[in-house]
C-alpha cells in the first residue's frame, strides 16, 4: 500500500518524538560519564557544567581507588553478588527440581507455602526482629541468607523443570547415578539457559543490596557499595568513611561532583559488563520457565 502524505507525517514525527526520548534518556548516563572522566582544573575553570572536556583524566577514579572505606564496600558488594548468586542459584535450582517431581512427599504442601510467600510477607519489623534473634546483625550473611530464594523465581524454575523429561532420571539412575549425581550431571546442564537468567537477576540485586543493608548492618566497615554511594550523593562533602575530599587529598584539591560520577560509574560497570555474556540467554531463560504451568 502507498503511504500518504499523513502517514509519511505521522511517521516522521514517531521517529522524531523517539529520537528527543533517547536522547533525554541517555543525556545523564552520558553527563557521568564524561563528569567522571573531566580534570579536575578544567571542571573547576568551566563552573561544573562539561559536555566534552579538552583533557582527560582519572584522578577521580585514582582517588576513590586510594581510599579504604571504597574499596572495603566494593569488596562487600563482590561478595554479595558473587557468593549470594551462587548460593540463591543452588537453593533455588535444587528446591525447584525437587518440587518438579511428583514422588517427593509434602510436594503439595510446600507449594502451598511457596505461594504463601509470594501472596503475604512478614514486614520489616518481624523481619528485623528474626534476623536478630538468630545473631546475623552486622553480618554480611544478613544481606543473604534472608533473601537466598524467591518464591517467584521457585515457581518459574520448577516449570522449566517440568519440561525435563522424567525418563532422562530413570536412565541415569539405571546407569548408578544417585539423586545427587543425577542433579548435577544430567539436570543441570540442560537448564544452563534458565540458570543464566535467573543468575543474571540475582545478581543484579545483590549488587545493589541497600536497604537490607541499612536494617542490619551499623557498623560501616561492613557496609556495601550503595550505602557508601548514598553517602556520597547525599553529603556535600562526598563523605567516605567519614572524611571529607579536601582532608583525604593530601597533595591536591578533587572536586567532590567529579569523585561522585566517578562513583557511579564505578557503581553500575560490573552489571554491564556482565549482561552482554548472558543476554543471549536471558529471553530463553525467562521463556522455558514461564510457558507451563
Not at 222 to 239: C, G, W
Request: charged share 15%; aromatic share 14%.
Amino acid at each position: 500500500m502507498k503511504e500518504g502524505l499523513g502517514d509519511r507525517l505521522f511517521n516522521i514525527a514517531n521517529i522524531v518524538l523517539l529520537v528527543v526520548i533517547g536522547l533525554v534518556t541517555l543525556f545523564p548516563l552520558y553527563y557521568v560519564f564524561i563528569v567522571s572522566f573531566t580534570d579536575p582544573s578544567e571542571y573547576i575553570e568551566k563552573s561544573g557544567f562539561v559536555l566534552f572536556p579538552s583533557k582527560w583524566s582519572f584522578d577521580s577514579y585514582e582517588y576513590l581507588m586510594s581510599t579504604s572505606a571504597f574499596i572495603r564496600a566494593m569488596g562487600v558488594s563482590t561478595f554479595l553478588a558473587t557468593v549470594g548468586t551462587v548460593l540463591s542459584l543452588m537453593v533455588t535450582a535444587a528446591f525447584s527440581f525437587g518440587l518438579s517431581r511428583k514422588r517427593l512427599r509434602g510436594r503439595r504442601f510446600m507449594m502451598i507455602m511457596v505461594l504463601f510467600t509470594i501472596l503475604f510477607n512478614p514486614g520489616i519489623i518481624p523481619s528485623y526482629l528474626l534476623v536478630r534473634d538468630v545473631g546475623l546483625i552486622n553480618s554480611v550473611w544478613a544481606l543473604i541468607i534472608p533473601v537466598v530464594t524467591s518464591g517467584w523465581y521457585v515457581i518459574l524454575m520448577k516449570s522449566f523443570f517440568d519440561s525435563i523429561p522424567v525418563e532422562l532420571e530413570e536412565a541415569a539412575m539405571i546407569d548408578g547415578c544417585n539423586d545427587l549425581r543425577t542433579f548435577f550431571k544430567i539436570i543441570l546442564p540442560l537448564s544452563s539457559a534458565s540458570l543464566a537468567a535467573f543468575g543474571l537477576f540475582y545478581a543484579v540485586a545483590y549488587w545493589n543490596t541497600f536497604f537490607s543493608a541499612v536494617l542490619y548492618i551499623t557498623d560501616f566497615t561492613k557496609v556495601p557499595l550503595q550505602i557508601v554511594l548514598r553517602n556520597m550523593l547525599i553529603d556535600s562533602d562526598t563523605a567516605v568513611g567519614g572524611a571529607s575530599a579536601v582532608e583525604m587529598s593530601s597533595d591536591r584539591q578533587m572536586p567532590t561532583q567529579t569523585i561522585k560520577m566517578a562513583a557511579v560509574v564505578i557503581s553500575t560497570l560490573p552489571i554491564l559488563m556482565v549482561y552482554p555474556f548472558l543476554q543471549k540467554h536471558f529471553a530463553k531463560g525467562v521463556m522455558l520457565g514461564s510457558v507451563k504451568g
